[in-house]
């Protein structure tokens, strides 16, 4: 089956198995682990930012970028892995990586540990997207793959909420125990990270034992084993190979790569001097770099990928509009606690509840709704899933308003729920849309290059802008609010998206064998 697919040529295609839909479970119970150790640091900043001493932006930084970058840059060479080598395989040794370094955060006595542990959860979290959308690809027809990966993308949400619940119980239930600090001189909220990071050593042999689908495309990899590709390509994004392979391109791409080099470093220089944060703008910085160097490269070693990816502006506009939209998302879901904490000045418990509950079902309920509709529309218009992106571009600009102007706790709740609810509906029509414009053996790349944008842009730049607006203004209030001024920018891309996408998809096979020279 190819991913030029027409409608009428997708409604004869077998539906999904039983067991496809027990794979699907398990990638959900997964997703909603990988989000627990992700976003459980959002419940727990108020208290972290007090025993380590640290400012809102640094806060920011710690709940984005230092998670988000390396997170993103191995997710490169992780996607290729994934087209090439066993993906239940590589799922299981992610998740356990990413499960022992949630629990060493909670070891953290300072700003520089707590950093690199989330580094580690970063890099083991990079598995489980590329993994989980190429296996979810192999295992359902088209006409049912948004609506699969609406049902994964699901466990962002329920994870998210979970991990306020479980984080606010076990640190309260911890410090109430043990007053002065426990086993290990532990408090409340290290106690959280132990508790939560655990559980996934065992997850991990329930993962391995899923079988691997036959895939629908064989990758075409030489005879070079998959994972000293993957090394390969990891080389593309690190100093100074980066130089190297920019070398065997020839001098000019040498110097590209040094330019573009020294145009980041000013960047980060420029950023640092007016706005502080060392680690944030050094960090973008370079996974900024590393991406440009990686794409240049991938140019030359699989120029129909690259051709089907970067050279695709349908594929760039959806990636990036909806980068925008995981923007807005990822500052709320970070900020959202702390804003209640803080200057509603709402128990830690009845928030948990309420903003962990409530953001899971909402984000279930739009993440279900979204892919449900986006197929619907995808069946009777070629660009049908994008109308879905946007309307998760615009439909949260007022409940985010009056959610964080008013002082209600009651009418926040509910704004925030909506809020949530409606941006949740972009994200299975945007996965989905990516992977359509795809050859089925680029799959995990292009999740990889679709997870650039989401992270890059939205979970490396989100908290922290709102941190960083909050630490300038004096108000937490005015840092969130300042979110809405992405939706413009964010429809631009999408319409652009709505226009490109039908002839780009239409193109598929003819451009890839184009950039071959077939």
Known sequence: ??????????????????????????LVVVYILNFIDRQILSILAVDIKRDLQLTEDQL????????????????????????????????????????????????ARNVFVLSFARIGVGVGEATASPTAYSLISDYFPSRQRATALAIYSSGLYLGGGVSLLIGAKISKAWDAAYPGGGMAGLVGWQAAFVAVGLPGVLLALWVASLREPVRQAKAATGERHPLLDFLIDLSMLLPPFTLIHAARRGAKAVMVNIVVAAAMAAFAFGMIKLAGNFPQWSSVAFGYYAVFSWASTLRQRDPATFRLIWGTPAFICTALGYGLVSLVAYALAFWGPFFAETVLKLPRDQLAFVLGGGGALAGFLGVILGGRMSDWLRGRNPAGRILVVMFGVLAPIVPIWVGFTTDSAVLFYVMNFLAVTFAATALGAAAATTQDLVLPRMRGTATASFFLATTLVGLALGPYMVGQISEISGSMRTGVLSLIGI??????LLVYAYRALPQAEATIESRARAAMGE
């Open 1 to 26: 089956m190819s991913d030029t697919t027409t409608a009428p040529e997708a409604a004869s295609e077998p539906s999904a198995s039983a067991y496809s839909w027990y794979v699907l479970g398990v």
């Open 60 to 107: 920011g930084f710690l709940g984005g970028a230092a998670f988000a970058v390396f997170y993103a840059l191995f997710g490169v060479p992780l996607g290729r892995l994934a087209d090439r080598w066993h993906r239940v395989r590589l799922l299981s040794i992610g998740l356990l990586l990413w499960s022992t370094m949630t629990a060493l955060s909670g070891f």
């Open 487 to 492: 939706a413009p920018v964010a429809l631009a």
